[in-house]
């Protein structure tokens, strides 16, 4: 049994639903035709993030690697499918530029980074001894 | 002159009462605040929010010498802009973490080796997450207040990520456990 369905959208959601109608070949009044053709990519999307898994778009063709679909609800599906209860840490433009630099230039090794690990993993550590004075 | 070793404890409010947190002492007044006010409510609200207590059971009353605040977390960008560009050698956001909240020493016993003590049990519980595989830890962060608890993580080679404080800083754990 179908539905009527109605929405209030921004001119950029008309703008954008638009392109893809046109994109996707449909007639310019097949508005169910485009609705049920998004739900079903959306739905593929969401079970993916669902189960914690990334999106990633591949040309294997030409060789090029993969751009990753990047979309806070999404991130927010992947943390919420990984059961643990996190803090959200966010970060603006500058701090996620700078993330990104340190994790792919190269890395030495900090040497006290190195031996705090090395203590840890050897599993002898003292506390060391407190002296509060008078 | 009293000398002792204090004893790592998970924070509990039975065993921790708040005539023994009010003892506490430390320049920095939210870390003072937050071991009163607020370890008990996030240790209630979020189950892998975590605190723990250098406590000296040695002297009568015990006191806590440091204490330090762990929780799981989950970095992100705030927008997509900042998220985009470039990954193609980067994990997708959000980046699994751990987030050294809080890390404090009584002003009465700094300079004797406990901050260096708790930031190895910080990142030994750490590394307890790590190899029980639930979660993949990439990142060590933590939010330094001031100048010098910036220098003492950068000792470490913690990345600085903000100007401003806290400071935000950064250990990619990666190349670390692969060596």
């Known amino acids: 049994m179908s539905t009527r369905f109605q929405a209030q959208i921004k001119p950029t959601t008309v703008e954008t639903l638009e392109a893809i109608r046109e994109r996707l070949g449909l007639e310019p009044n097949d508005r169910a035709g485009l609705l049920e053709e998004l739900a079903r990519l959306a739905a593929w999307s969401i079970e993916q993030a669902s189960r914690g898994h990334h999106i990633v778009a591949t040309d294997n063709v030409a060789g090029v690697s993969g751009e990753e679909h990047i979309d806070p609800v999404l991130q927010r599906l992947r943390r919420d499918a990984s059961g643990v209860e996190v803090e959200p840490v966010m970060l603006n433009e500058a701090e996620a530029a700078r993330l990104r630099a340190l994790m792919t230039e190269p890395v030495e090794l900090n040497q006290d980074f190195v031996s705090a690990l090395r203590r840890v993993l050897d599993g002898e550590r003292v506390p060391p001894e407190l002296d509060w004075g008078a | ?179």
């Open chain 2, 1 to 179: 002159m009293t000398v002792a070793r204090p004893i790592i404890e998970v924070f509990d409010a039975d065993l921790h009462p708040p005539s023994l947190l009010r003892e506490f002492r430390n320049q920095e007044e939210s870390l003072v605040r937050y071991l009163n006010r607020y370890a008990r409510k996030n240790v209630e609200r979020h189950k892998l929010n975590q605190t723990f207590l250098a406590v000296d059971r040695f002297r009568k009353p015990a006191r806590i010498a440091g204490y330090f605040t762990l929780a799981v977390c989950s970095v992100e960008a705030q927008s997509a802009k900042a998220a985009l560009e470039p990954l193609s050698t980067l994990p997708g956001y959000p980046i699994p973490g751990m987030l050294l909240a809080q890390l404090a020493v009584d002003e009465r016993v700094q300079g004797q080796g406990l901050g260096t003590f708790l930031i190895d049990e910080a990142l030994l519980r750490t590394l307890h997450v790590v190899q029980a595989g639930q979660i993949p830890i990439r990142l060590f962060v933590t939010d330094p207040l001031n100048e010098a608890a910036v220098a003492f993580y950068e000792r470490y080679g913690m990345t600085r990520m903000s100007d401003d404080y806290p400071a935000r800083m950064v250990q990619d754990l990666k190349p670390y456990l692969e060596a």
